[in-house]
């Protein structure tokens, strides 16, 4: 059974500071996304992590895949307050084994930037 | 990217009644997928809506809580049956193609309070 766990779970950090959330998963997966939630709203896809070694940039945040560590990070720069938010990775089963685009989620990262 | 519309956005229903919930999409898409997220929660997978066939449930969802339709390739519903307070959440329906496209994007979302 694939298992996604990311941590920290929860994360205050102040305006200006630099911070990674960490997301683990048990088995081979080829793609890694990582979405932002705000309260209340639906997923906005941030990230689609392919191949190891694959690190992507949008604005303050970066994301990086290590396939043979099973590992991802969400790197945010320079915190600022619109950062806050709850942040999801999510993987697909291996190859020949689910279905495609079948997500399975993190537990979730909820942020918040204080000034 | 495709556009995905579902309704209702939000609603308050009575114990031991049932919620059909639909989601629409602006192309043809090969896969549909139904999430749950409980309150402060990660998001669960609920079923794979399949074009013309039966739903493929994952475990802990059973058909008779949850049947799910699926018409044409642009088109789902989910519906709540006999719903108890433990159902309230918000259900996110998701789309994405053959397993070569990195996409999967979701609705808005149905908020569900049930009182």
């Known amino acids: 059974e694939l298992k996604v766990e990311q941590n920290p779970l929860f994360l205050s950090m102040q305006e200006g500071k630099n911070y990674t959330i960490y997301c683990n998963y048990s088995?081979?997966?080829?793609?890694l996304y990582w979405y932002r939630q705000d309260p209340g709203k639906s997923l906005e896809s941030l990230f689609v992590?392919?191949?190891?070694?694959a690190v992507k940039q949008e604005g303050r945040l970066m994301a990086s895949l290590d396939t043979k560590a099973r590992l991802s990070t969400l790197h945010i720069t320079a915190a600022v307050h619109d950062l806050s938010a709850t942040y999801f990775c999510?993987?697909?089963?291996?190859?020949?084994?689910?279905?495609?685009?079948?997500?399975?989620f993190g537990t979730g990262t909820r942020l918040q930037v204080t000034l | 990217s495709a556009v995905i519309s579902q309704k209702p956005s939000r609603d308050i229903c009575q114990r031991g009644t049932s919620l059909t919930i639909q989601c629409q999409v602006d192309s043809q898409v090969t896969m549909m997928f139904w999430y749950r997220q409980q309150p402060g929660q990660s998001l669960t997978l609920i079923a794979t809506?399949?074009?013309?066939?039966?739903?493929?449930?994952e475990s802990g969802f059973v058909i008779d809580k949850f049947p799910i339709s699926r018409p044409n390739l642009t088109f789902s519903t989910l519906t709540v049956s006999n719903m108890s307070p433990e159902d309230s959440s918000i259900y996110l329906c998701s789309v994405g193609q053959a397993r070569m496209s990195t996409e999967a994007f979701f609705g808005q979302g149905t908020r569900l309070t049930v009182v």
């Open positions: 809506a399949n074009q013309g066939s039966e739903a493929t449930y």
């Open positions: 999510a993987v697909v089963p291996p190859v020949g084994t689910g279905t495609a685009s079948k997500l399975t």
């Open positions: 992590l392919l191949s190891n070694g």
């Open positions: 088995t081979t997966s080829d793609r």
